[in-house]
């Protein structure tokens, strides 16, 4: 990877949900891993291209060196980056090389981060 990046992601996992004061269930979260990298808008209208599903909904993609995230799953992830808040749509290490990861994130603001 050239250079430092230019963002840092905390990933964040689900973990136990808890009650508020009316009773209802607010899922916990809590940092899974902090990973330096590069932020990229991806989103765009291309009517000429024909995407998986799981990409086309994304927003930004995230790209880092390697890091073995453990079997996390996307499902059960979010992503903060500069307090605004992502959620996970899809994790890849392009050709399972172990080089770089991808992240798709889809943008969903930056309250309650």
């Given at each position: 990877?050239?250079?430092?990046?230019?963002?840092?992601?905390?990933?964040?996992?689900?973990?136990?949900?808890?009650?508020?004061?009316?009773?209802?269930?607010?899922?916990?979260?809590?940092?899974?891993?902090?990973?330096?990298?590069?932020?990229?808008?991806?989103?765009?209208?291309?009517?000429?291209?024909?995407?998986?599903?799981?990409?086309?909904?994304?927003?930004?993609?995230?790209?880092?060196?390697?890091?073995?995230?453990?079997?996390?799953?996307?499902?059960?992830?979010?992503?903060?980056?500069?307090?605004?808040?992502?959620d996970v749509v899809l994790v890849d290490d392009p050709l399972?090389?172990?080089?770089?990861?991808?992240?798709?994130?889809?943008?969903?603001?930056?309250q309650d981060a």
């Open positions: 990877m050239i250079g430092r990046g230019n963002a840092e992601l905390c990933l964040q996992v689900k973990g136990e949900a808890k009650q508020n004061g009316i009773g209802e269930r607010i899922p916990s979260w809590r940092n899974e891993a902090v990973l330096t990298g590069w932020l990229d808008l991806s989103s765009g209208d291309s009517s000429y291209a024909v995407y998986d599903a799981k990409i086309q909904e994304s927003t930004h993609v995230f790209v880092c060196g390697y890091t073995d995230l453990g079997g996390v799953a996307a499902e059960e992830c979010r992503a903060v980056i500069d307090g605004s808040r992502y399972g090389m172990h080089r770089q990861l991808e992240i798709y994130l889809k943008y969903t603001g930056g």
